[in-house]
């Protein structure tokens, strides 16, 4: 199975973007695809959507993505009665083309318990902000551009890209030098924005149980950002350091597959998917029995880099040897990975 950390880096792209985009700006609109949409009428809400699959996105003179959120949100009231759960804008595929993700509250959605938001008033210090911003500047335009394959082989993220990759050994440096900080932010601190920037610091830094278990509790945040870098942190751990992938907890991350965050699914798969490797019983019970709809909704998204992890959990509960787990997904061959668990 080939490394999906490494194969693709993808963006939610919302704060770093422009709120008004230029001409240059725009791509084509590749897939628009749903979760949580069990007992739900997908086709029409596609329909009713003011942009479709082939259209250049972000569309025109309106507000990137506040506006365009807000018109998606309005559209999927208008057909179900209520609103999604999510809306999501990630870039980019294989062809460079953007693609939808919409979180719908369907049968197959449960609310997400998480832990309460801390009140500390500890903060990092400008510098380490400016790390961040730094990386994640760097990290846009190498996904922009195409250049954002990666190397996790040292249980961290290196880019391909020669400036996202400096910019990723800066927050390697400052994790091993300021590791008691780190924690102290992640675990306490009100802002949500400094909770996100520790959780990204702490994957780069010193592997240990502490570093472990304080991404696995940041794994249930109340926001939602902090709990992308925790479990993207985790996934790539776990993805090359097995020793390490016995020490995380399979059970907050089949929660996540249920919530109404498309990110949640996204990071929580890819985890999912190094802690299912060695196929142990009770992890693929678990699956079956409390996420088997969210994996399936997953495994027929029509991008392949966000579908796969999801196809490779429902092969492995269905009982395919890997061999031939890989072939069937190689062949875009999904139907026959789930029609299997449906004769089970």
């Known amino acids: 199975m080939k490394n999906m950390w490494m194969e693709i880096v993808t963006l939610v792209l919302v704060a770093i973007m422009p ?3 230029s001409a240059s700006d725009r791509k084509p ?3 628009i695809d749903f979760f949580g949409y069990k007992s739900l009428d997908v086709a029409a809400i596609r329909s009713a959507l003011l942009f479709h699959e082939g259209d250049p996105f972000p569309p025109a003179k309106v507000k990137f993505p506040d506006d365009v959120k807000r018109q998606v949100s309005e559209k999927v009231k208008q057909v179900i ?16 083309s953007w693609m939808v993700y919409i979180g719908l509250p369907g049968e197959s959605y449960q ?14 210090p400008k510098a380490a902000v400016a790390l961040r911003r730094e990386m994640d500047k760097a990290l846009m335009s190498a996904v922009m551009k195409g250049h954002a394959t990666e190397d996790d082989s040292e249980g961290f993220s290196l880019t391909n890209d020669p ?19 780190i924690l102290q932010v992640l675990a306490s601190s009100s802002d949500a924005r400094h909770r996100a920037i520790a959780a990204q610091m702490l994957g780069y830094g010193r592997q240990s149980d502490e570093q472990i278990d304080a991404l696995v509790r940041a794994s249930l945040d109340a926001d939602d950002g902090v709990r992308n870098d925790a479990v993207r942190a985790l996934g790539v751990l776990a993805g090359v350091k097995p020793n390490l992938a ?5 059970e907050p991350f089949v929660r996540l597959l249920r ?21 142990d019983p009770r992890v693929l019970a678990a699956l079956r029995t409390q996420a088997l709809d969210p994996l399936v909704e ?36 999904a139907d026959t990975i789930i029609s299997k668990l449906n004769r089970q």
Request: proline letters at 4%; charged letters at 25%; one cysteine or more.
């Open 259 to 279: 919530s109404g965050t498309w990110s949640d699914h996204n990071k929580a798969s890819l985890l999912l998917l190094a802690l299912t490797k060695r196929r």
């Open 163 to 181: 400036k996202a990759r400096r910019a990723e050994l800066a927050i390697r440096e400052y994790a091993l030098r300021n590791e008691t900080l």
């Open 111 to 124: 609310a997400l318990a998480c832990n309460p938001a801390p009140a500390g008033d500890i903060r990092f």
């Open 19 to 21: 709120t008004v985009t």
């Open 29 to 31: 609109l590749g897939e």
């Open 298 to 333: 997953m495994a027929r998204w029509r991008n392949t880099g966000h579908a796969e992890a999801a196809l490779s959990i429902l092969g492995r509960i269905a009982g395919f040897d890997e061999d031939a787990l890989h072939k069937l997904i190689d062949a875009g061959r």
């Open 81 to 96: 009665g209520r609103e999604p759960t999510d809306v999501s804008f990630v870039c980019c595929d294989s062809k460079q």
């Open 246 to 250: 016995q020490r995380i907890p399979p």
